[in-house]
Structures are given as C-alpha cells and as structure tokens.
C-alpha cells in the first residue's frame, strides 16, 4: 500500500511565523506535490517536484516555497504565514508524471 | 488558464437512486480524466480514470461516460449508497502539463438512507 504522511494533521501559528509542513511517501515515487483545498475552490497546486531538488511553480505558488532534499521527502515553507494562509494542505505522490496521485491526509493549518 | 469545470457543487439523493456529476474541460491536450473521491478528515483517493480512446468505463457501481467532441465526462453511481457520500472531484492532464492535474471544485454527495 502506498502511504503518504504528513507531519501533523492540525497545527495553529501566528501571523509571521515561519511555517514547515513535512510530507513524506514510501514508495519511490519521483512526483510530489502541494495542493491547498478551500471550500468552493476545489484543490489548487502550490508547487510540485518532479525529481531531488527539483521543483516548479504550480497555479498559487506566491507565499510559498518548497524544499526536496531526498526523493521520499517533500517540504512546503511559508515564510511569514498569512491569515489567508488558513488552508487544508494536501501532499500528493505519483510513480508517473500523469499518473495517479496518492493523498496524505492533509495538515489543517490556522493562522491568527 | 485550464479549466475543469463541475457541477452541480451540492447533490442530495436517495439510497437506491444514480447520482450523476458532470465536468467540462477546455484543453483539447488533455488525455487523462480520472475522479478523486474524498472522505470527511480523510485526502482524496483515485476513484476512477478514463482515457479519450474510450467513451464509457466501468469500475463496479461507478461509471464515467465521455464524449470527446463535446469535451465533457461524467461520473454515474449506480445504487448508490450511504457510504459514497463524500466529496467527488473530477480532473484532468495532458499536453503542456503532463504533471499536472487541474482538478474540479468538486460536488458534495448525500446519499439518504
């Protein structure tokens, strides 16, 4: 079965903190992503990685970065989190570059 | 910019009853239409895909139908149950964005017993 975890399924921060979300997957899959899913808005791409070290700008990139050190690993920062940075983010993998992507269960972010 | 579009966002039925979500796409590239389904506190999982060589698929009680020259695809839950109530999101990818999936707003399901 393919597992994908996320480091924690709800965190709260404030306003300029430095965000981490840590997402990692177990099945040597060279995709990663970060999605964030808002109620009437559907899942919308923040940033996905296609190999170590390597990454590109999806649809909503702007206050985000990420990280990919090791192929298991993928890290989304937010640098100075936002209020409107209140999200549910959701980490995907997949062997294939169109291929299924398999979900973590997601890290409900506030920020106050 | 792709778009995905789904409806309806909301679709109340009962046990026994076909409930039908309709996507329409804008990027004749696409080649790869799957349906994520999602749980309360749980993120979404491949329900089902269809690739535009085929105009309908079936996977157990659910079906997608798709007709290519009108760039639509459907998701049909035959007998549906109280346990598929979830949240349904169809997507797509293909072309110039063969990572990518651009996904749909999604339809929140109710299956009443």
């Known amino acids: 079965d393919v597992k994908v975890t996320q480091s924690s399924r709800y965190l709260v921060k404030r306003t300029g903190e430095k965000v981490f979300l840590e997402c990692v997957q177990d099945?040597?899959?060279?995709?990663m992503f970060w999605y964030r899913q808002d109620p009437g808005l559907g899942l919308r791409l923040i940033y996905f990685s296609y190999d170590v070290k390597m990454k590109e700008k999806g649809d909503i990139p702007e206050g985000y970065s990420v990280s990919r050190e090791k192929k298991e690993r993928f890290s989304l920062i937010l640098e100075s989190a936002s209020t409107n940075q209140t999200s549910m983010y959701l980490c995907?993998?997949?062997?294939?570059?169109?291929?299924?992507?398999?979900f973590g269960p997601g890290t409900r972010l506030t920020v106050l | 910019q792709q778009q995905v579009k789904q409806s309806p966002q909301s679709l109340i039925v009962q046990k026994g009853g076909i409930p039908i979500i309709n996507c329409a796409y804008e990027?004749?590239?696409?080649?790869?239409f799957p349906w994520y389904q999602q749980f309360p506190g749980k993120g979404p999982a491949l329900l089902i895909a269809i690739r535009p060589d085929v105009s309908e698929k079936k996977e157990g009680r659910f079906t997608i139908s798709f007709n290519k020259s009108a760039k639509q695809f459907s998701l049909h839950i035959m007998d549906s149950q109280p346990g598929d109530s979830a949240t349904y999101f169809c997507a797509a990818s293909g072309g110039g964005s063969n990572y990518k999936l651009t996904f749909g707003k999604g339809t929140l399901l109710t299956v009443n017993p």
């Open positions: 990027n004749t590239a696409f080649d790869y």
């Open positions: 995907a993998s997949s062997l294939y570059s169109a291929g299924t992507q398999y």
């Open positions: 099945m040597d899959h060279e995709n």
